[in-house]
């Protein structure tokens, strides 16, 4: 009976035969150390090349395709593969980096007009704060708006991406404001 119709309990009964032989055999003796185990598996495989167990592998004399990513989905690991060798990005990263480019500057534009507005309140005159208080609500819709169109986007990135321990949490205002220790402009802002 070949090996391949073999069930596995005959196998592991031939197996088991074969090993009792093996040590029965005069000369051959169970390895000791970890050098004996060495030659003995070098041995057994050496056998098996001479005996031509390795002549009819599949991909033989070809590169092997050790290119699996084990994070991609056994469904897109083809795509995955065809934007490597292109040198390409899957839309969803590009358009990730995208966003979270625009809400750095975002927030860098926000802490500089705030760290203008703080010292430019410190040297201000009554009359020109009063100017300033009105500027607040200009400033603060401006902001706003910019959030809106930016958490709209934000919304549609996490629907697009496959993992969602990347998702980009959506930004607040007032949130923002506070982590710029300028919470106070929200303050009698019509």
């Known amino acids: 009976m070949s090996q391949e119709k073999q069930n596995p309990t005959e196998k592991a009964a031939k197996h088991k035969a ?7 055999t005069p000369g051959k003796t169970q390895p000791k150390s970890m050098q004996h185990w060495q030659d003995l598996v070098s041995g057994r495989i ?46 969803w990263i590009g358009d990730r980096q995208k966003v979270q480019n625009d809400i750095a ?4 534009q926000m802490k500089q007009a705030v760290t203008q507005q703080q010292r430019s309140w410190a040297n201000a005159s009554a009359h020109e704060r009063s100017e300033m208080q009105l500027e607040r609500p200009y400033h603060l819709r401006r902001w706003q708006s910019t959030i809106d169109a930016l958490n709209k986007r934000i919304k549609s ?23 710029l220790g300028a919470d106070w402009l929200t303050e009698n802002a019509g």
């Open 46 to 91: 050496e056998d098996a090349m001479q005996q031509g167990a390795f002549d009819n592998l599949p991909g033989r004399g070809k590169p092997l395709k050790l290119r699996r990513n084990p994070y991609t989905p056994e469904e897109q690991q083809m795509a995955f593969n065809l934007l490597e060798d292109n040198n390409l990005t899957p839309g």
């Open 18 to 24: 074969d090993e009792a032989q093996s040590t029965k």
């Open 105 to 108: 500057a975002l927030r860098s």
């Open 157 to 179: 990135l996490n629907l697009q991406q496959p993992y969602t321990h990347l998702e980009i949490l959506v930004l607040k205002l007032d949130e923002e404001l506070a982590h």
